[in-house]
């Protein structure tokens, strides 16, 4: 069956939500598909310890502050999936899950959107799948010998899991040095944090909400073609939060630089030296969860898609939302995807007015 409305937006976490308050104000005809069966999108398979970066009053989405969580000054992911929840009931947003859209194709002055329980004929689709959903492991020598327990990100939930075991952590971003100090002090883990370049770590009292400031003013720098200021990434690498400046400041958080080679029973650096491990835990970061995208062949050199703002480069009809400063400054936050929403949904609506 087919099913036809002016927009299809893609994704039902953060950025598809704020997609839909966007399009709703604009009064256009719209359908969120969401693959997962409940709501919160990412946010609910997060590892157990993790909290936001900054205070709720600085974490929200479009028209509606998230109220603060009880205790925590930065709240946790729970708190997080729970007023995902109630921001769609709040504004009735028309989620459709769980449906998985496998294609979206060109048709005539359409876009076909094929999923797993029908199909839609858009007038423009809004990618907002994000990247969790698309791990990235780097090519390292020795990954299809290593007889020990590998695993990304994305499957990492607390330190019990790992209790009596030798653990090598790979990564010097946030999730790196979070995991790394959720690990660390734990009772029966030996933890060997291993990272490409020194540990970066931005200042003490650097937050979330002076790095949304540092995209956007780098983003307003470089649409005025005045020096780049280098926004977040001039920062620094690691934001310290509670348990990673705890673990730092008790010597916890000593990195190793990156090994040469996983043997069969652990990882080798250059000079000779190796460490048995039973687990490696890649926190190497994630690829846009674009491969839906595929048939309208967008894809330019290195496998990235051309953006003018949101919208497509290839293809006016489509926008990317939510994939971080290529999309929008700070876009892959939840209050930096607000502003890029609200763009890309005032260009939408005069597109399907057409």
């Not at 946790?76 to 929840?85: A, P, R």
């Not at 005025?224 to 673990?247: H, K, Q």
């Not at 400054?329 to 939840?334: G, I, K, R, V, Y």
């Amino acid at each position: 069956m087919t099913y036809t409305v002016d927009v299809v937006v893609i994704g039902g976490g953060q950025a598809g939500l704020a997609a839909g308050y966007h399009l709703r104000r604009q009064g256009v005809d719209f359908v969120i598909l969401d693959a997962q069966s409940t709501p919160g999108g990412a946010w609910q398979h997060t590892w157990d310890s993790l909290h936001l970066f900054s205070p709720a009053a600085f974490s929200s989405l479009p028209g509606w502050l998230m109220p603060a969580q009880r205790g925590e000054e930065y709240p946790d992911t729970g708190h997080v999936v729970e007023h995902l929840s109630q921001y769609e009931q709040r504004y009735q947003l028309p989620v459709h899950r769980p449906v998985r859209v496998q294609a979206v194709r060109r048709d005539g002055r359409w876009l076909q959107v094929e999923t797993d329980s029908g199909n839609w004929s858009a007038r423009a689709v809004v990618s907002a799948t994000g990247t969790w959903w698309r791990p990235f492991l780097p090519a390292v020598l020795g990954r299809d010998v290593y007889r020990g327990h590998q695993l990304h990100t994305v499957n990492y939930r607390r330190p019990a899991d790992f209790t009596g075991q030798r653990v090598v952590v790979v990564g010097g971003g946030n999730s790196g040095a979070q995991i790394a100090a959720d690990l660390a002090p734990h009772p029966g883990i030996d933890l060997t944090w291993v990272t490409q370049r020194p540990p970066r770590f931005l200042a003490d009292d650097i937050d979330g909400r002076a790095l949304f400031d540092a995209a956007t003013a780098r983003r307003k720098a470089l649409d005025e073609g005045t020096v780049d200021t280098g926004g977040v990434a001039s920062l620094g690498d690691i934001v310290a939060v509670a348990p990673v400046r705890a673990a730092r400041d008790a010597g916890l958080l000593k990195a190793e630089p990156m090994f040469e080679e996983l043997t069969a029973d652990g990882v080798r650096w250059s000079d000779g030296t190796t460490v048995r491990t039973d687990t490696v835990i890649w926190c190497t970061g994630f690829r846009p969860a674009l491969t839906h995208l595929a048939p309208l062949g967008l894809r330019g050199p290195r496998g990235h898609i051309a953006t003018e703002g949101t919208r497509t480069a290839g293809e006016p009809r489509l926008h990317l939302l939510g994939y971080g400063d290529w999309t929008g400054p700070a876009s892959a936050t939840l209050i930096g995807v607000g502003r890029t929403a609200r763009e890309m949904a005032r260009d939408v609506a005069r597109l399907v007015s057409h």
